[in-house]
Structures are given as C-alpha cells and as structure tokens.
C-alpha cells in the first residue's frame, strides 16, 4: 500500500531582510522523508511523475530516512514555492508510522 502526501511552502523574499531581499539569494533545503520524497522549487503544472519539470531538485536516492540530502538553490526575487511529495510504502498505516522532515536557511550560503 502506498500513501502519498503533497506539502507546499511559499516563500516571499520581500519580507525578509538584509541580503535575503536581493534577488539570486542563496538558499539551503535539507529534507528526508520515510520511505521517499520528491522536491521542487518553484515548478511549473506538473505532469506525469513531475520529473521532466524545471523546478526538479531531486529525489530521496534510497529508503534511508536517517540521512539529509541537501539542495543549494537561488531563490527569486518574490514568491518562491517549494513542494514535495511523500510517499509512504507499506501494509497499514498504524503499523507503518512514517514522516517527512525539511529546513530552509535562506540568505547566507552554509559551509561544507
């Protein structure tokens, strides 16, 4: 059994401050999810699985929850949204607890 989930956050660069408001602010996404995610920034209308579309960041490359993938983009000037997609794959719901988990650092580029 598989359940999917679709999670969308928009992002105003105007209503921050200092740097962030230029537009090309550097950003970064962190994200996992139990069993998969899929991740886009600012996507177009999506077809298909989504993944021919420019705003295609990428996806979780196995079933390891525990480790963060990271993804350094350049947010606009304005509205930027980020979605995502999570599916969980197993027999019931109860018994197969899942989660999904991001952070967004806008503004300064972290170090390696």
Known sequence: MRT???????????????????????????ITADNTYWLWLNPGTLTGDGTSDPGFLGSSPS?????????????KE??????????NIGESQAGNPAGLIAEVRVGTRPQA
């Open 63 to 75: 079933d390891d929850w525990m480790t963060p993938e990271y993804y350094r983009v350049t947010l």
């Open 78 to 87: 304005g509205a930027n949204v980020i979605l995502v997609k999570a599916e």
């Open 4 to 30: 999917s989930i679709f999670c969308a956050l928009l992002l105003v660069l105007p209503c921050l401050s200092g740097a962030a408001q230029q537009a090309g602010s550097p950003a970064e996404i962190r």
